[in-house]
């Protein structure tokens, strides 16, 4: 007679987590199925840049390389201390197209980003907004298909997955998983269809704003607090009945946040606690949850292996292990990433379940930094 257990429950999330995933690949291809318009309007390229000295000069290099008829690129410097300044003026001075701007002392109430990004938004002179990061770099022909889809979706914000570049075992099994969170728990399908502010997203790194709609939702300045400010963008997009589509960008755009697993560590212990809310049940929940779903299939397989009963048949415990499989494997090719650490998840689940704790405690004890500056106490909530 059939006995419910729970890895029952866990093959069936998993199942639901493929089908998320198999759908936003669909989705996500089919965005870039358009033809470009008869006339590419102008664009302004937006690049905070705070001691950005090892990067900046590959990124700016390869905007201003754009197969785009018409565009301007504006590089803040952020109170830079590595000569990121510089090395954007040197450029500047033979290329028309770029503008350094120094950028004005934080002000009270605002994360640096935000703040660095509205002064740049204030400068542009386009109607089409692009904001993306430091260190990223860009096909040729970015501007023209991000510019292409933004037309073909009818969007007032595109947003999309950039190509993560991780090179040491550290950023492998660290960086890609926010990109895998996204990719499987949002179901960019139905949320095009539904009001719910809670099922929308955006990657940061690249961000293409109709102006109207980005002065409609207030800008930065209405998130001007918010420490992942990507998301709460997208959210005030659907809040205030703009269209907003995803799209794949891995052959556009990469981009090499971290050299180091211990920097990817220290930057996510900024972000993890801060994409909920600062809402500790929930966030201890998720992440309890996430863990008893990845690890106690191998938890049951080595009690079987030790000759003890586990209570449900080894079928389904390896069944619930090859499903998990596919539930890396799918996005991690999806999103151009080495196959290897997805083959290994258990090891990135524990390593990201140490980072978790880790922002967890930051978070607890106001102790969160970005680029060198305090973030402001949170305001902690049960729920």
């Known amino acids: 007679m059939f006995r419910h257990d729970l890895i029952y429950d866990l093959i069936a999330f998993q199942l639901a987590l493929l089908v998320i995933a198999l759908s936003n690949a669909w989705v996500l291809r089919r965005a870039r199925r358009h033809s470009p318009p008869l006339c590419l309007p102008k664009v302004s390229v937006l690049i905070p840049a705070r001691n950005e000295a090892r990067n900046i000069e590959r990124c700016v290099t390869s905007l201003l390389a754009q197969d785009y008829p018409d565009f301007e690129v504006l590089v803040l410097d952020d109170e830079s201390t590595d000569g990121t300044g510089r090395l954007v003026a040197a450029i500047a001075a033979g290329q028309p197209r770029l503008k350094l701007l120094d950028g004005r002392p934080l002000e009270p109430g605002w994360t640096g980003k935000n703040w660095a990004c509205a002064q740049l938004a204030a400068e542009a002179e386009s109607d089409l907004l692009f904001f993306t990061d430091a260190d990223t770099h860009h096909h040729a022909k970015a501007l023209r298909e991000l510019v292409t889809a933004l037309g073909g979706e009818k969007a007032d914000l595109l947003g999309g997955f950039p190509r993560q570049e991780v090179e040491t075992w550290g950023e492998q099994f660290i960086v890609p998983f926010f990109s895998w969170v996204i990719y499987c728990l949002t179901p960019l399908a139905l949320g095009y269809r539904l009001r719910s502010r809670a099922v929308s997203t955006a990657v940061g790194q690249a961000l293409l704003f109709r102006r109207a ?26 809040a205030h009945g703009y269209r907003w589509r995803m799209v794949t960008l891995t052959d556009l755009v990469a981009c090499r946040m971290y050299r180091s697993g211990e920097e990817a560590a220290a930057a996510l212990s900024r972000n993890l606690f801060a994409a909920f809310g600062f809402r500790v049940i929930p966030y201890v929940f998720a992440w309890v949850w996430l863990l008893v779903l990845f690890l106690k299939p191998f938890l ?46 258990p090891i990135t689940m524990l390593v990201m ?20 500056r305090a973030v402001g106490r949170p305001r902690l909530r049960l729920f």
């Open 300 to 345: 049951d397989l080595g009690l079987y292996a030790a000759g003890l009963t586990i209570g449900v048949p080894v079928a389904a415990v390896l069944g619930c292990i090859g499903l998990a499989l596919l539930v890396w494997l799918v996005p991690y090719r999806q999103l151009g990433l080495p196959l290897l650490p997805a083959l290994l998840y």
């Open 353 to 372: 379940g140490a980072v978790a704790l880790r922002s967890l405690w930051l978070g607890l004890r106001g102790r969160l930094t970005w680029k060198d």
């Open 213 to 238: 709609a980005y002065e409609g939702i207030g800008g930065h300045r209405a998130v001007r607090a918010a420490i992942i400010e990507d998301l709460e963008l997208a959210r005030r997009i659907k």
